[in-house]
């Protein structure tokens, strides 16, 4: 639980794909550092015999019968799209250059 | 119209609902008067993200034509509901109070909208919030705060704002909220309404943009008890889109609020929850609504819940955990804002350039907590204690549910504070959730209603109630036996004193 620089801040943000700028990266820098520091103490009380709780409720498998429903309308899923061609989402290129 | 004329917008619900029922006035005049509210006092409250005018109206017109025909109606038709903009509605903006969702139109209905729908509730819009909910003061809203009818330099709650100034400030009767730390109950307790967040499970989740998926709860928020629990009886019951929705009966809540009686019942006052870090006129409200319930002829007795002191901690690290794995939807590609495609740059690039500019720093802040606390090395330490202090928290309440039937304490620990006070200041904003996290981590169901003005500032003061899980209608038995108690010895309810604007 040691304090968090600037270059882990940085490292997170690429993680989180947030391209944060220099005086971002300060400002977190110092501000998770002290949430950090208070959340830690969680680790206090955690003792290995104790079960960890993921969900309020017990969650089981749910199933429902195979029957086919429709699906979004596609004109209404086109509209709120940031950019589509061809009847497709268009996303830019998804491999690097090198 | 007779007595309520030019008064609409200051009835509850059920007055509003009887008056249509008799036809003493119409749906579509009920609808006016609260459209002409907002018209008249928004720009100042700034509860609204979105109004639906026209719309609005012709709901409102379609349930006056339904109930001429002789249709059976609900106990709530022709009522207007500001919706909190977390939940979807086909056609209608759903930003979350986010620039990354400007604009965007769900081509679906939540399943709180389609059941709202069912029930000839008209929604007159949606209502502001903290960016993804995550926040405590509407301040975190990329477009801007709402402000506390009770006094507008100051914060309304958060993350549903929105929702609780515009029944402060008369622009509704009821409205939506969603809780996963606080954000119905605290926002409650500032604005002197009643705010409720049910059994997790207990309303579904569908179409509620997700903020932490084990902790979210949609709620209804209502100026009177009686109020929430009709809209509570609308929105809740077993949806099968839901895969963590319960399937089991809806508690009486109804029946349990009309019922409104705490003799016999035994009540705890939680040790942790109050004391040092409580504001002083917190405190004494907290205290004389204690004295009322024993009045009232319940027993009250203090029980410990000894790992309360956790919550906070735990709950801020699943928190950030779970949204940072949920927010990564929003990436650009689908739906909502794309930053920087100029054709050259890569899929990364432009998720990493949308995400900067579509996020608010509260959002980016919690996003990388969440990164951090789910990454390898840290994971144990972290997310892994955290769940464990879960399960403890889960035993404390289970431990104090078999000594008492319901636990109390204040809502919040401080009146509404000013604009900006603790906007860049995460720890002491994520301490006005110390008391109404609990429950969130522990699943089970809990209540705030109006406890009184603190003496040293003027502004309302929340009590929670807490219950087991399913035992929302205990929620109801209380809180309706408290605000009756306290409306008696006011000669009216507390909502009556917020200023008119």
């Not at chain 2, 993200?49 to 002789?70: F, I, M, Q, Y």
């Not at chain 2, 720093?361 to 907590?369: A, F, N, S, T, Y």
């Not at chain 2, 399960?391 to 404390?396: A, F, G, N, V, W």
Request: glycine share 10%; hydrophobic share 40%.
């Amino acid at each position: 639980m040691t304090s968090i620089t600037r270059e882990e801040v940085e490292h997170l943000a690429r993680l989180a794909r947030l391209q944060l700028s220099e005086d971002e990266v300060a400002h977190y820098a110092d501000q998770l550092d002290v949430i950090l520091q208070s959340v830690a103490r969680v680790s206090e009380v955690a003792g290995e015999d104790i079960p960890p709780t993921s969900h309020p409720i017990p969650v089981v498998n749910v199933f429902r019968d195979d029957v086919a429903r429709p699906g979004l309308d596609r004109d209404a899923v086109q509209a709120g799209a940031p950019a589509w061609q061809d009847d497709r989402f268009r996303v830019p290129r998804i491999l690097d250059e090198e | 119209m007779s007595q309520m004329d030019g008064d609409l917008v200051r009835q509850d619900a059920v007055t509003l609902a009887a008056a249509m029922a008799a036809g003493e006035v119409s749906s579509e005049e009920v609808t006016r008067a609260h459209l002409d509210r907002i018209a008249a006092v928004d720009e100042r409250v700034h509860a609204f993200l979105h109004v639906l005018t026209d719309e609005a109206l012709e709901s409102a017109r379609a349930v006056d034509r339904k109930r001429a025909s002789g249709a059976p109606m609900g106990p709530l038709a022709g009522v207007p509901l500001a919706l909190k903009d977390v939940l979807t509605m086909t056609g209608v903006p759903t930003t979350c109070g986010s620039r990354v969702l400007e604009g965007w139109r769900p081509p679906y209905d939540s399943t709180v909208v389609e059941r709202l729908r069912g029930s000839d509730i008209v929604i007159l819009g949606k209502t502001n919030m903290d960016e993804f909910a995550m926040g405590s003061s509407t301040e975190h809203s990329a477009y801007g705060p709402t402000r506390n009818p009770w006094d507008l330099e100051r914060i309304p709650g958060g993350s549903g704002g929105g929702s609780s100034a515009a029944l402060a400030a008369f622009e509704a009767p009821l409205a939506i909220g969603t809780d996963t730390g606080g954000s119905i109950r605290q926002p409650a307790a500032v604005t002197g309404t009643v705010g409720v967040k049910p059994t997790y499970g207990g309303v579904s989740r569908y179409g509620l943009v997700a903020l932490a998926s084990s902790l979210d709860q949609p709620g209804p928020c209502a100026r009177t008890v009686l109020d929430a629990a009709l809209l509570h009886e609308v929105i809740a019951g077993h949806d099968p889109r839901d895969t963590t929705s319960i399937q089991a009966p809806v508690p009486d809540v109804v029946a349990a609020a009309r019922q409104a009686d705490v003799r016999g019942m035994r009540i705890g006052l939680v040790k942790e929850l109050g004391g040092d870090g409580y504001q002083s006129g917190v405190s004494q409200r907290f205290a004389e609504s204690v004295e009322i319930l024993t009045g009232l002829g319940a027993e009250v007795v203090e029980v410990s819940c000894p790992n309360f002191e956790y919550a906070l901690a735990a709950y801020y690290l699943i928190l950030p955990s779970e949204a940072s794995s949920n927010l990564a939807r929003f990436d650009g590609m689908r739906f909502g804002l794309r930053e920087g495609d100029d054709g050259s740059r890569s899929v990364e690039e432009v998720m990493a350039l949308t995400r900067e500019a579509g996020f608010g720093p509260e959002v980016k802040r919690r996003i990388m907590l969440g990164t951090y606390a789910l990454s390898s090395g840290y994971y144990d330490a972290y997310y892994g204690s955290a769940q464990k202090v879960r399960t403890l928290i889960t035993r404390d309440f289970a431990a104090a549910f078999e000594q008492v039937d319901v636990l109390i304490s204040p809502t919040a620990p401080t009146t509404a504070f000013r604009i900006g006070e603790k906007v860049d200041d995460p720890i002491s904003m994520y301490l006005n959730d110390i008391a109404t996290i609990p429950v969130n981590l522990a699943g089970n169901a809990a209540m705030s209603l109006p406890a009184g003005l603190a003496p040293e500032d003027g502004l309302p003061v929340g009590l929670q109630i807490m219950a087991p899980p399913m035992k929302d209608d205990r929620l109801y038995l209380v809180g309706g036996a408290l605000e009756a108690a306290l409306a008696d010895r006011w000669g009216h309810l507390l909502i009556e004193e917020a200023p008119q604007l």
